[in-house]
């Protein structure tokens, strides 16, 4: 399997002692499987913007066979209005589309979680003003963008919601921002509920269409 992995820093892993991202994390889970050739393009600090800049272009001509997507964090970080938030997230969608030559089997994105529920947002609130309940309705909008083009698109969309990241401040690495190594694991394993059953889907429609319509009519 040809695996393509765009966005942030959650990709590489920044905050987890082993220094390894969802990313990571989800080819060994893909591998248990089969062999998987990831090629990881994810960028600390990527905004949307930045995604639709250096990482889609590098898209072009490639035929993977899964795409995953996560992006958004660092635009809802910098007070980015969900509205430029959706135009650059429909840019970086229709640019993906239009850059590979065959269209991956599956196309994973993911929703943002609650940060709102993090450590940091208890220090955004005492250091900006900003409650965490201004954070929760950003998301909010930005995941309504988010679901929109994926569902519009057929793909599949990995729900990174509240249960993702609620009560779990082991989640969260020191710095109350980015996932610990524990956070990795459990994004990555939704990512997987996610892939997997796709892949399992497309397996069984695979096997349903390769056997035998029945015996020959006799005369």
Request: some cysteine.
């Amino acid at each position: 399997m040809r695996y393509i992995a765009l966005g942030d820093s959650s990709g590489v892993g920044i905050g987890a002692h082993d220094g390894r991202g969802y990313v990571e994390r989800l080819a060994d889970r893909l591998r248990q499987a089969g062999p998987v050739e990831l090629t990881n393009l994810c960028v600390s600090g990527a905004t949307s913007p930045d995604v639709l800049s250096r990482q889609v272009p590098r898209l072009r001509t490639t035929e993977p066979a899964l795409v995953t997507l996560l992006v958004g964090v660092n635009d809802l970080w910098r007070l980015g209005e969900p509205r430029r938030f959706a135009r650059a997230f429909a840019d970086i969608a229709a640019g993906m589309e239009s850059s590979w030559k065959t269209a991956p089997a599956i196309v994973a994105v993911a929703s943002l979680p609650d940060m709102s529920l993090a450590p940091a947002a208890a220090f955004v609130q005492r250091q900006f003003g900003i409650p965490p309940s201004a954070i929760a309705e950003r998301i909010h909008s930005y995941n309504a963008y988010i679901r929109r083009v994926v569902l519009d698109r057929g793909w599949s969309l990995v729900d990174l919601g509240r249960e993702t990241v609620a009560g779990r401040d082991d989640l969260f690495s020191a710095d109350g921002f980015h996932p610990s190594a524990a956070g990795y694991e459990r994004i990555a394993d939704v990512f997987h509920e996610v892939v997997g059953a796709e892949l399992t889907l497309r397996s069984r429609s695979r096997a349903s269409s390769d056997s035998p319509a029945g015996p020959p009519p006799t005369a």
